[in-house]
């Protein structure tokens, strides 16, 4: 698969396999075309060549609100209108259920409450969005996407911002969902956390992926090395076993 | 949850509403009346709210009376109610698509070359009222035309599009001063009262025509309210949850520029309503998204009330409604630009 703006691809020669009921992490240095790996993933970017297949059918082939009810998208840092209640908004991601004549049904509610209380928002239905912590806010948006009901969600930089508990409470709930049976795509900047939940680890690198598998498999100071250009060490995460990036003192 | 819902359903049937946003409507609808009922009882023959009551059931005694009534109070207040509704319409929609309260027509162009389009006809080419407004029409058709042209790199979004509306608005008011300062003293003295925007001499035909074209163009908005809706969440937020934001878009902004072209062609620009509309029902309502409802009944009011305010406040001396709105609108932008500034 080749994806592109304009003339000169982002992503080249790409050709991936998301396992079901996993949580795979795509990671990778700055620019190398991870976001546009998910962007293309759900449907936002239309690969220049190759396909994109859901359940063994292309996805340009099925209609806006039939790949929404079976694949949910959190954007990197999405921005609520001035003045939206954290229910207002949770409530929106019910649109691919609904129609002209089928606004609110009981589904719809249920779906808003049960997805406030995965997320922990429950509490907070009745504030602002805008007027939230950073972290309350990724969750009301998580809540929104979860509200959608899909056995599909793709995450681009949840933890962006975000402080470390903040951080393992959003991930912790990622997995969460795949104990649930659902599948997790989610782009990640910190290694340590990424090596540490992913099953199904991605690794990009200009564009290309450069390795794919468990992280006690894959991940190895020359990759990271390759990768980052970051000379390091690599030991087990003392608590999990996973494995832990320790750069080289530098001169 | 702080904003209590109505929620009615029957088999597959269901919609809700916002408690808040039912209440705004029904009083806005009773405000609506109180100045439709003032605008047919006040005038030069001052009549009592049982002989208007008559005359408006055909049952009027007095032939003089019958006539203010029926044939020249009603149709103005009829079509005030109209174009604000459709000028609320048009802006809420701007303003939804771009996530940007100036997105308004006036601001970013639309009406002024819809102006541009009834002064060639005026000036240039002498005609007569009905192709004035056919000028309007094509006017602000093209206009949009112009500044989709102009922003089709990056879409109908933000920024762009108001700074380009901005320049291409620019523009066309110079162009327009232009011709009128070369016209003729007759030719321009219609022009000024047509660029005032007025209420004036509305009779039933035109009502009638206003009326049937405000509908269609308001249906496929309807329909598309709620991914319209969903627009305001970002494009990325709304494509992801199933909206078809290119093919809606497009719609709803075709919709909205010939909401204001029909808006301006009948009465001449109306400024400010389709700006001022939508954040007013959005502060009434407390709703981050206003919906159509609320700025149509909004945009009606404002311009059912400015046109009262015109008439009969400097009486005998009678003000156009697009004077009273672009003072009133006037105050209202600046307090706009003053509070998003502090926000920043």
């Keep these: 698969m080749q994806v592109g703006y304009g003339a000169t691809p982002v992503i080249d020669e790409v050709d991936l396999v998301v396992p079901d009921q996993t949580m795979t992490v795509i990671v990778g240095p700055n620019a190398c075309g991870k976001s546009t790996l998910l962007r293309t993933l759900g449907r936002m970017l239309q690969p220049s060549a190759g396909t994109v297949l859901l359940d063994d059918r292309p996805t340009v082939g099925w209609s806006a ?70 972290g309350q806010r990724q969750r009301v948006w998580l809540a929104m996407v979860l509200a959608q009901e899909t056995p599909l969600l793709l995450l681009d930089e949840p933890t962006t911002y975000l402080d470390i508990s903040h951080q393992l409470e959003v991930l912790d709930l990622a997995r969460r969902l795949v104990h649930d049976g659902r599948t997790v795509v989610a782009v990640l900047h910190d290694l340590h956390l990424a090596f540490r939940y992913a099953d199904h680890l991605v690794v990009m690198s200009q564009g290309r992926v450069v390795a794919t598998g468990r992280p006690a498999d894959v991940v190895t100071a020359e990759l990271v090395r390759d990768v980052y250009d970051l000379p390091c060490r690599i030991i087990a995460d003392p608590v999990s076993g996973t494995p832990l990036v320790i750069p080289e003192a530098r001169p | 949850m702080s904003s209590p819902h109505v929620v009615l359903r029957r088999g597959r049937f269901s919609v809700r509403f916002r408690t808040r946003t039912v209440g705004v409507l029904v009083a806005t609808l009773l405000a609506i009346s109180t100045a439709a009922a003032y605008a047919l009882v006040l005038g030069e023959l001052d009549l009592s709210v049982p002989q208007v009551l008559t005359a408006l059931v055909g049952r009027a005694e007095d032939p003089l009376t019958a006539y203010f009534v029926t044939d020249v109070r009603l149709p103005r207040v009829v079509t005030a109610a109209i174009v604000g509704a459709a000028l ?21 162009g639309f009406t002024t070359g819809a102006a541009t389009g009834a002064l060639v006809q005026i000036i240039v080419l002498e005609s007569d009222p009905v192709t004035i407004a056919l000028g309007a029409l094509l006017g602000g058709l093209g206009t949009a035309v112009l500044v989709w042209w102009l922003t089709r790199a990056t879409g109908l979004t933000g920024q762009r599009l108001v700074l380009v509306g901005i320049g ?39 009502t009638a025509v206003t009326a049937v074209a405000v509908t269609v163009l308001i249906v496929p908005l309807v329909v598309l309210a709620r991914p319209l809706a969903m627009l305001a969440l970002s494009e990325d937020v709304a494509r992801g949850a199933g909206v078809e934001v290119q093919r809606v878009r497009t719609v709803v902004v075709l919709a909205a520029v010939g909401l204001v072209a029909v808006a301006t062609a009948a009465t001449g620009p109306i400024a400010f309503v389709a700006l001022a509309a939508p954040q007013v029902a959005r502060r009434l309502t407390g709703a981050a998204t206003p919906g159509l409802a609320s700025p149509a009944l909004t945009g009606a009011l404002l311009v059912l009330a400015s046109d009262l305010v015109g008439q009969h406040l400097f009486s005998p001396t009678q003000l156009a409604v697009g004077v009273v709105t672009g003072a009133v609108g006037g105050v209202y932008l600046v307090g706009l630009l003053a509070t998003q500034w502090r926000r920043r």
């Design chain 2, 168 to 206: 291409v608005g620019a523009g066309l008011a110079a162009l327009n001063t232009l011709l009128v300062a070369r016209a003729s003293l007759v030719a321009a003295q219609t022009a000024a009262q047509w660029l005032a925007g007025s209420l004036n001499a509305v009779l039933w035909p035109r």
């Design chain 2, 88 to 108: 609320g319409v048009a802006g809420a929609t701007f303003q939804t698509v771009t996530g940007n309260p100036l997105a308004s027509p006036d601001v970013i």
């Design chain 1, 65 to 134: 609100k039939e790949f929404a009810r079976v694949l949910g998208v959190l954007p990197q840092s999405p921005r609520a209108p001035d003045g939206m209640s954290v229910a207002d908004l949770v409530a929106r991601g019910r649109y691919p259920h609904q129609g002209l004549f089928r606004q609110w049904s009981t589904a719809d509610e249920s779906g808003v409450q049960a997805a406030m209380r995965a997320a922990d928002v429950a509490t907070l239905a009745d504030r602002s969005v805008d007027e939230l912590s950073g």
